[in-house]
Structure formats: C-alpha cells, structure tokens
DNA sequence: AATGAATGAGGCTTCATTCAT
DNA sequence: TATGAATGAAGCCTCATTCAT
C-alpha cells in the first residue's frame, strides 16, 4: 500500500516497541519483530524514526508522558500532603499494574549512562516532581502540619524514592518478585501495603490533622 | 611455559569487566573492550570463562559479594534498630561512591525480565536481607521499641527501598542528578541526608529510646 | 522491494556451495567464500539457510536427487539384467563427469563418522538402491538368466561397490589419477571400462542370454 | 620433564592422532586433544611437526605404511591368482576390522583434492598396486589361466576397486551401515561375503584350475 | 628440550539499515 | 509512500600456533 500510516499505526508502532523493548530490553529488541507486531514494514518505521536508538527514546518520551499524566492528576490544588500521598501510591499501584511496559521503561531510562535527549526530558520531568513535591512539604511545614525539622527537599526525595520502588515493584520481574519475598502474595497484600505506607509516611512526616 | 594471569590480571578482568558492563550494559559490552582494557587478550578470558554470560555472572557475584560482606558489617548482633539503619545508609553512601561500577551492577539484574540464573542469585541475597531486616523489625516489636501496628515485612520492604534508592542515587548518573535536584549538591548534603533519613525513619518507625 | 533473488541466484548459490563443500570439505567451506562465489551477500545465504549445516544438506539433497534421477532412468521395467548394468555404468562415467562436484559431495557424506541427518538421507537412498539391485538380482535367478549360487544381496553389493567406485573414478581427483595409472589415459579407455566391466560381470554373474 | 620424547611416546602421539584425526575429521581435530590423550604437551607436537597439518601427513603416510605392509604379505610370489585374491580379501576383512582408524585415513586421502605430498606417496603405492594386481593378471592371462579377452589393467582396477570397498565397509561407520543394508549381520555374513566374492570374482575373470 | 598458557586471526551468525520496486 | 529482501559490519567464540619459563 502507498497510503500514509494512520495514527493509529503510528501509537501501534510505539506501544508493540515499547512491548519489545521493556520485555527483551533496547538490544535484543529487533525492528523486525517491532515491525511485525505493530503490522507494518520495517521500512517504515524508519520513514518516521531515524534509527533503533530514535524509537527507543520515542518509546520513552511517550512512557514518560503517559506517566506524568497520571500523576498530574493525583496532585490537584488544595489536597492535604496526606491526600496527595494516598492518591500518588494507589496510583503508583495501579498505572504500574496496568502499563507494567511503560513503567519498565521508566527503569530503562535509569540506566542511561551516557544522558541522551530523553535523560534530557526525563530530567526536566524529575525537576518538575521535585519541586512539586518539595512544594507540598514547604507549604505543610509553613502551616505547621508537619513538623518543622524537616528539609522540604530531602523529604520529598524520600517520599519519591518510596514511589518510584512501588512502581518497580509492580512492573519490573525482579522487583516483583522481591515484593513477594518482603510482603508475600495475599490478596489483600497490596491494601495492607498502602495502609502501612501511610502509616508509616504519617509518622515519618509528622502529620497533624489540622 | 608462558606465564599464568597473576591473581592481579584476573582480579583486572573483573574490574574491567564491571565497569564495561554496568556502564554499557550486558549486551553493549564486549568482550574485545574488557580484553583491551585488561591488558590481555580476547582468548585467555575464554580460558577463564566459558561465556560472556558467565563473566558477566562472575562479576555479578563479585560485586553483590563485596556488597554483601559490607552489609554484614553493619547489622552486628545486639545492635538496636536505630543502630543499624544509621550503619546501613553511612554504607550505602560510602559503598555507592567508592564503587559506583558494582551498584550498577545491581542496577543492572533487575532489568533482566527473564530472570535468569544471576537473577536467581540476586533473589538469593534479597531473600537474606529481606529475613534480616524484618527480624529487626520484629524483635524490635516484640521488645516495644517500635509501634506496635507495624507488619515487619512491610515495614522491611520501605526500610530496603530507601536503601536501594540511596545506592543508585550514589553510583548511577540518572539518580545521581535526581538527587541534585531534590537535594542540591552542597558539602553538607550528604550528611544531611543522613540526618533526615534518621529523623524520618525514627519517626516513621516510632522508634522509642528506653 | 530490493528484487528477490532469482531462481537463477537460488541455483547459482547451491552450485557454488557444492564446488566449494566438494572441493574443501563442509569444514573448510566458508559461507563467505560461496557469497562471493554466488554474487550475494553472506546475510542473504542465512535467509534461505538457517545455517552452513542446512546449506551443506541442501546441497546434498540436491547432488542425491539428481543422481537418483539419472539412476532411476536406466532401471526402467523390463529391461534385462545386462541392459540395466550397462545403462549404470555408462551413467556412472557420463554423471560423474559431467557433475563430479556433486559426485564429491557424496563421497564426503560417506567420510562423517557421526552420521547426523545428511547420513541419514544418505541411507534411505542407499537402501533404495540396495532393494533395487537385490531384486534384479532375484529376479534373474528366479528366471535362471543367472548362476543360482550367487546371493542376490551380496551380488547386488559388489556391483554397487564397482558402480560406486567408477563414480568416484570419475569426478574426486584422487581417484582420478588411479584410473589413470590402472588403465592409461587413451581416448577409448573409458569405452573400454565400458566393454571390460561388462564382460566380467557377465561372466561373474554367469548371465545366459534366454 | 626435560626428557626428549621416546620412540614409544612418538608413536601414542601418530596412533591417537589418527584416530582424533579419523574420529572428526581433520578440522574438528584438535591438537589439543591429541596432546592429551598421548601424555605429551602441546608444544611438543610443534617441535615434531611443523603444523596440524604436517601431523595429518604423517599420520596418512604411518597408516598406508602399515596397509601395505600387511597386503604385501599377501602377494608372495608363486601364489596363483585364486591364492592372492583370497588372501587379500580376508586381509581387507582383517586389517579394517582390526584398525578402522588406519582405514579411514586412507579413505580420507581421497578426499584431498589439492594432492599434497601424501597423495603423492599414496598415488606411488597405488602404482606400485595397479602394478602388482596387473603382473598378475597378465601372468595368469600368458599361463591360460584365465580368459584371453581380459585387459589386465582394466581387470586389476576392478579387482581392487572391490578390495577398496570392502576395506571402507569394514571401517567408515556409513559403508559399514550401507554393508548391512546389503548383506545383513548375522554371524557368517563375513564369509559369506568372502565366498561370494571369490565365486564371482573366478567366474569373472574366467579362472581355470590347471 | 618440554611445557601449556596466552595470543589473535578467522569463521559463523545476527540484525540495523538501505534501497529498488 | 510503503515494502521487505539484501547488505555487510560487528560481535562471539575457537583453536592453531607461539614462546617465556
């Protein structure tokens, strides 16, 4: 066919990449296995994307994306750091469980050593969350709803630190697995945990309702 | 005849090795570079390993080794909980930054999504800490210096996070920039961390002195 | 699309592999060597055979069907023991000059100690022939047009032997040159074999004309 | 050991070298494995051959030395056609039963298409063989004691032509397969083969008892 | 003179990328 | 413009050969 890719093809192309990528990682990953399951040639995958490393990192912007998309939503105007804290760890839970790839990718960026355009983007996103976050705690310590030794920032580092291992716990093998040797299989295991990281960032923040 | 590799050469070959595959990757990393850069030739590693897959192991095991061995250190008998996680996070900082090439290697097992035997080793050693630390936990109940609505192994799990993220904000370039961001990069920084992540988990754990 | 190969490629590629496997050896053979020999690319060899191994039996296959095509040409129904030994022989020198190649290619099964799946095809045609030649054999006595103390498999088995041997004679240059040195190298010797050998089979068969 | 080899050391390395060589192959042979299974360094091998190759020559000259030492047995003088014939073929059966490794080097003589120095020596004593076989052709032919219509080196080339396979069906593992397929393996098969053979060779070359 | 570990050229194979259709 | 077969560079691995001891 001569007809123009539709967008559909297009999103199909990134998200069978993204599939190959996070399952066999960028190397073993082939363009031709890409190609196969999004249903077009391996021609024209690169019509739009210059090379393999291209479509990775294209892979990684959307991952990126559909990420902060997400948690966009969790931190509106005006929640309580312990409404937003609750709404970013059940979200956590359940992008992780449902994009498991996306997630996985997330974890690729992580390993970018030599910091390519996407590290760029991914850094941007990272400051981003930083201050928001760092912005919640400044604004609870200054109404005196949590205590006031804390570093808004280093804090916050904390408290993204434990989000980002609840996404790799959810989505990466070896994270999951490591889950289950912590906290066991249960059906009511991912509850208890949200229950137990609340209790334990409630305290760990020194949270006053007011 | 021609004189065996000195322990030194091997113990190169493996420092080399380390550092090629936590900063390219397993796939990326070749065995003519880690020859290169060891000063031997592509063959005599073959003498010592059968694959690249089981240097790659062999190194593996060394630096989850060396990790290990620092971690015993830490988590000395009759030692309090408060104790321990202050042993455990001065050694991640110390750890990550003197060898930054072996966290990375860490790093690295946990994106291999087929698991297979290194991962089966990794599980090993995440079983031992997993065990560990939900001891302390648990001792720590029992004898009323922690709160006592905690599940230790949940507990365990967020304890173990913070670590990890504390190795990989020291050793990897992505985190290592996450971290400037959230924390800045002052003289003071790392021991601020320190501080904070000792008021947080206190607090968090409600760790009680007697 | 680049222009698939040919048939004519396709040809040239089995052609120039059975010179090569024939002259060296499936050991000595380079895929590179017969790539270039073909006028293809060594990558494109790899999408029609999925390794040297399946090129060499192709091209095995290929050498045994059409030898057993020639074969099969002079065993036609009727024809008497005497006319099927002479259409053999005048075959054997006629295929075996004309395709000694592939001729070699045959003698070079005969030389694996391992027997892997080529022997295997190998032997179904050798058991074929075998059946074949017993029957004419049986046949003849049952008929009296032979001596009826002979045994019809082990008869068979020497005018196999002489028929093998006379293919060889005439296309591996080892062979070649003991023809050469048993019976000269004049214009009319190979019609000379020709007559000879008839003479003595008939003779050793003890063939009476009816 | 600073000890230069003994006689009996060089010939371990000429036999197990012959039968590595003849087990796989020339290529899959390896020096390595030669040197072991002779007791003998690597090395060593190098200081009495110039290369692998050097050590297949002499190898293939070592086996044809030791063939033809036992065929010459068989030709004493005085022995009528009858006499030598059977001798020889009870020594194929014999001498390929008993070293089939020596056999296949043989076989693998005439695979050599380049004709190196060992073909050389292999095409002197098959010249010194056609020569043999065809004195006595001739002989018996001048005595009457076989038909007058016979070429003598035509007939001596099928005689030995049969002797050739019979060696190989005694010692390449597909001849010896291809034997069975023709003549059974029952226990008397052997001198079965022996009595039909003679019967057909003395009715072919028309054999007469003075 | 023998040793046997180290060397490194060379072959197989894969797959990112190209390009004729 | 899309196709997908062909290309060929590059990596893994083996093993003949070398050479320091």
Redesign the pocket.
């Known amino acids: 066919?001569?007809?123009?890719?539709t967008q559909e093809q297009l999103d199909q192309i990134l998200e069978r990449a993204t599939e190959e990528f996070s399952a066999k990682g960028p190397?073993?990953?082939?363009?031709?296995?890409?190609?196969r399951a999004s249903?077009?040639?391996?021609?024209?995958?690169?019509?739009?994307?210059?090379?393999?490393?291209?479509?990775f990192q294209a892979c990684l912007t959307r991952s990126l994306g559909m990420l902060t998309d997400c948690l966009e939503e969790a931190t509106k105007e005006g929640a309580s750091l312990e409404e937003v804290a609750e709404a970013l760890i059940r979200i956590a839970q359940f992008f992780a469980k449902e994009h498991p790839a996306h997630i996985r990718m997330y974890h690729a960026i992580t390993m970018d050593a030599e910091g390519g355009s996407v590290s760029e983007y991914a850094r941007k996103i990272e400051a981003v969350s930083a201050q928001l976050y760092t912005n919640c705690f400044s604004k609870a310590k200054a109404e005196g709803s949590v205590r006031q030794d804390i570093e808004p920032g280093v804090f916050a580092f904390f408290f993204d630190n434990l989000l980002m291992m609840l996404h790799f716990s959810y989505s990466c093998e070896y994270y999951r697995e490591r889950l289950s040797i912590f906290c066991g299989e249960d059906e009511e295991r991912d509850e208890r945990i949200v229950q137990q990281l609340l209790l334990f960032l409630k305290a760990g923040f020194g949270i006053t309702k007011a």
Chains 1, 2, 3, 4 share one sequence.
Do not use: C, P, Q, W
């Open positions: 066919m001569l007809k123009k890719l190397e073993r990953a082939t363009i031709m296995n890409i190609a249903g077009v040639s391996v021609g024209v995958i690169y019509k739009y994307y210059a090379d393999k490393e291209a479509l």
